[in-house]
């Protein structure tokens, strides 16, 4: 079982940087692949970035390549999604999730409960 708290949220003008944080405790996150996702109101949750067990292979999604930067600490059991240049389509509650790589959300097992974030233009 593994919990996951995510903090770092808030409210930020365009192009301000917010970095996330997403703690987890209980089985250890270096064993499962982490990812982002994120659900604007009224849309469907959908993924941002994951990056592997190890630390090796992140991937994000196109419309945020180049802004945005997922990184883990397995010694902290910490993974990290620092977000630059923001616009305000970036803003949604913003989810970590642990399981297997991937970019569907039926790869992971479990999830935080979410922390907002508000671009303001």
């Known amino acids: 079982q593994v919990t996951l708290v995510e903090s770092g949220g808030g409210l930020v003008q365009a192009g301000g940087s917010l970095r996330l944080s997403c703690a987890a405790s209980?089985?250890?996150?270096?064993?499962?692949?982490t990812g982002w996702f994120r659900q604007a109101p009224g849309k469907e949750r959908e993924f941002v970035a994951t990056i592997s067990s190890g630390g090796t292979m992140p991937y994000t999604l196109d419309s945020v390549k180049g802004r945005f930067t997922i990184s883990r600490d397995n010694a902290k059991n910490t993974v990290y999604l620092q977000m630059n240049s923001l616009k305000p389509e970036d803003t949604a509650v913003y989810y970590c999730?642990?399981?297997?790589?991937?970019?569907?959300?039926?790869?992971?097992?479990?999830w935080g409960q979410g922390t907002r974030v508000t671009v303001s233009s």
């Open positions: 999730a642990a399981g297997r790589y991937g970019i569907r959300r039926s790869n992971y097992d479990y």
């Open positions: 209980g089985r250890t996150v270096s064993s499962y692949a």
